[in-house]
């Protein structure tokens, strides 16, 4: 844990010194609907049938241009990830939903261009390192009409029944810019596996999906 809020004072420290070089910055907020992608390869069955549960992400970036068209815009983003799933068998229900909290830091290329009436179209796309700072699993079960309800905190590292902490993915998306105002899509792809399956498991894979949908203010 030491070493992770090290890490997030150093790209705090960095964001602040890019920030006193760029032109302008923006503020940005809105709706994620993370999930995970599992696919669960041959030797390893996991029966859980995860959907996309509701979150959301908040940030800020800098924004630095390159030319008339394309800008270098470099990010640090609170993001909600994870998902939920539903089981229900003879008459035993239990519901989990797994909230997963990182510090993104996308670092993204950004094209765009006018198409009228002080509106501009852009696109974005780059790579992304994610830092997990905490998470949750909440329990719902119910027999026979009895509910129950549990918490477990999620657990980050190296063993078994942890998750890695660093992630990697790439993101991209797409929106307008009306006057200092943005309104967008996104979606985050998780490229590495955050589970530590022991063995030789080189086919299956347990990674990070995410929609967001963004407003924004360029100041």
């Not at 815009?73 to 939903?97: H, L």
């Not at 696109?123 to 992304?128: K, L």
Request: include cysteine; charged fraction near 25%.
């Amino acid at each position: 844990m030491k070493k992770c809020i090290s890490f997030v004072l150093i790209v705090m420290i960095g964001f602040c010194t890019i920030q006193s070089q760029a032109q302008s910055f923006i503020l940005k907020a809105g709706m994620s609907l993370p999930d995970f992608y599992v696919n669960n390869g041959e030797d390893v069955d996991m029966t859980a049938d995860y959907k996309m549960r509701t979150g959301f992400h908040t940030g800020l970036s800098a924004d630095f241009p390159l030319n008339k068209v394309l800008s270098f815009e470099p990010g640090i983003m609170f993001s909600s990830k994870g998902a939920k799933s539903s089981d229900n068998d003879a008459g035993y229900r239990r519901d989990v939903v797994v909230a997963l909290y990182y510090l993104d830091i996308p670092l993204l290329l950004k094209a765009g261009t006018e198409i009228g009436g002080g509106i501009q179209l852009f696109a974005a796309a780059g790579p992304y390192a994610g830092v997990g700072l905490s998470g949750k699993s909440k329990i719902t079960s119910e027999l026979n009409g009895v509910e129950e309800h549990g918490e477990v905190d999620v657990e980050w590292g190296d063993a078994e029944d942890e998750i890695k902490r660093i992630e990697f993915g790439a993101t991209f998306g797409a929106g307008l810019e009306i006057r200092s105002f943005l309104i967008g899509a996104g979606y985050d792809l998780g490229i590495t596996d955050i589970t530590n399956i022991p063995g030789d498991h080189d086919d299956f894979d347990f990674k990070n999906r995410v929609l967001r949908f963004t407003i924004g203010y360029r100041f």
